[in-house]
């Protein structure tokens, strides 16, 4: 069984300063990680993911996130916040022979000037 | 790039009605997901299909059925409307992640069902 936690519902910066969205996990087998994005009355944009090999994994709009084993985590992070980041966004898990993707409750994103 | 298409992007049904939601995928990709995502919620996984067999079922209900056809397109059939079905409703698609563990899955816009 799969499950994904993202801590904090809402997270609130001010522009320029660092972003942190916490997401652990929970997996009975080797864990493949996503971090989607959604703007409002959007799909879904996939940021970065992990599936094997270097654990820190960049992505689109200068997100990165880190997968921790030990720790079971896979926390977002992005050194410098602009207005254009807020949004929501989901951490996700899946298994590696599945697409079937079990997403965490969504973290809002909010950045002020 | 060609991303995956979703039709219509808004309908409105009345209670107990039927509606047909369409999906097209990015072409190449053999698989097809549906997803339900509720106000304020989180996505939630309904059914998936490749090569035009169902290959996962999530939380989906009864009077809702799904398939893919030969041209790789999928439909998502809902009966007997629920004031409850209001969503914005997901297709995704991907090649295969049986045959590449870590191919990414790619999603449409969404289609977003209100039920009166």
């Known amino acids: 069984a799969q499950s994904v936690t993202q801590l904090g519902s809402h997270v609130s910066v001010s522009e320029g300063a660092l972003v942190l969205l916490r997401c652990n996990y929970s997996s009975s087998v080797p864990p493949y990680l996503f971090w989607y994005v959604q703007y409002p009355n959007q799909g879904l944009q996939l940021l970065l993911k992990y599936t094997t090999g270097a654990t820190l994994v960049k992505g689109i709009n200068g997100f990165e996130a880190e997968f921790k084993k030990s720790e079971t985590s896979f926390h977002l992070t992005k050194p410098s916040a602009h207005m254009s980041d807020a949004a929501e966004y989901f951490c996700?898990?899946?298994?590696?022979?599945?697409?079937?993707?079990?997403f965490g409750q969504g973290t809002t994103l909010q950045v002020k000037p | 790039a060609a991303g995956v298409i979703q039709s219509p992007r808004h309908l409105i049904k009345e209670k107990r009605e039927t509606a047909t939601l369409k999906c097209y995928p990015i072409?190449?990709?053999?698989?097809v997901y549906w997803y339900q995502q509720g106000p304020g919620q989180d996505p939630q996984f309904l059914i998936s299909?490749?090569?035009?067999?169902?290959?996962d079922k999530g939380s989906i209900p009864d009077r809702f059925s799904a398939q893919q056809f030969s041209d790789y397109h999928s439909e998502l059939n809902m009966s007997s409307l629920e004031l409850g079905d209001s969503a914005l409703y997901f297709c995704a698609s991907s090649r295969s992640v049986v045959l590449g563990a870590g191919n990414t899955i790619y999603f449409g816009e969404g289609s977003w069902l209100t039920v009166v």
């Open positions: 072409p190449r990709h053999d698989t």
């Open positions: 299909f490749y090569e035009k067999m169902q290959s």
């Open positions: 996700a898990v899946r298994g590696s022979n599945t697409g079937k993707l079990i």
